[in-house]
């Protein structure tokens, strides 16, 4: 799965709390598409919910993965690129967040596909738990939303395998 990354931070708009953000990011081996996640998701002690925002944030991860194997990429573990988000994102408006989601039943079992939330679903008793003794010593930060990169991206070789075999069917 790609990497995951905790941000010591609360993040939220006016809007709301976002529970995560699919980004390029440092990890062992160099830049991958990875998963960045606030204080309130690392802290939240229900883990349906914590995994419910993983799934979703792994399904943009792969959702992105697989965007870059129709292209003409080889069986090759890195790839150089430039990656952007579309201008204007809105991490509140379902329709354009689902329009970057991998199918969760191509790529986890049963029970974490099914668990795929979406913005619609209610998840914040559980969050809001989660930070309420600590919410006065973490700061709500507003995240930058912007996904910007140009460079040389380290590809999961199970991703990629898998994203292979999928576009191979669909062939």
């Known amino acids: ?21 699919t980004n390029v990011i440092r990890a062992p081996g160099g830049f991958h598409l990875g998963v960045r996640v606030p204080a ?60 970057g989601l991998a199918n969760p039943y191509d790529w986890f079992g049963e029970q974490d596909a099914t668990s795929l939330i979406h913005h619609n679903t209610y998840v914040g008793d559980a969050i809001q738990k989660a930070i309420a003794r600590y919410a006065g010593h973490l700061q709500l930060v507003q995240p930058d939303l912007e996904m910007n990169f140009e460079g040389e991206l380290r590809l999961e070789r199970s991703v990629l395998k898998r994203a292979l075999e999928l576009r191979a069917r669909r062939k």
């Not at 995951?4 to 708009?13: D, K, L, N, Q, S």
């Not at 992105?64 to 790839?79: A, I, K, N, R, W």
């Not at 579309?86 to 379902?94: A, E, L, T, Y």
């Open 1 to 21: 799965m790609p990497p995951v990354e905790i941000v010591p931070y609360r993040w939220g708009t006016a809007d709301g709390l976002i529970d995560g953000q």
């Open 40 to 99: 309130q998701i690392a802290l939240c002690q229900d883990t349906q919910v914590v995994r419910a925002v993983l799934v979703h944030e792994f399904c943009h991860c792969i959702y992105y993965l697989t965007e870059l194997v129709d292209q003409p990429v080889s069986d090759v573990p890195t790839v150089t690129i430039k990656l952007s988000q579309p201008k204007g994102f809105d991490p509140f408006n379902q329709q354009q967040d689902d329009a």
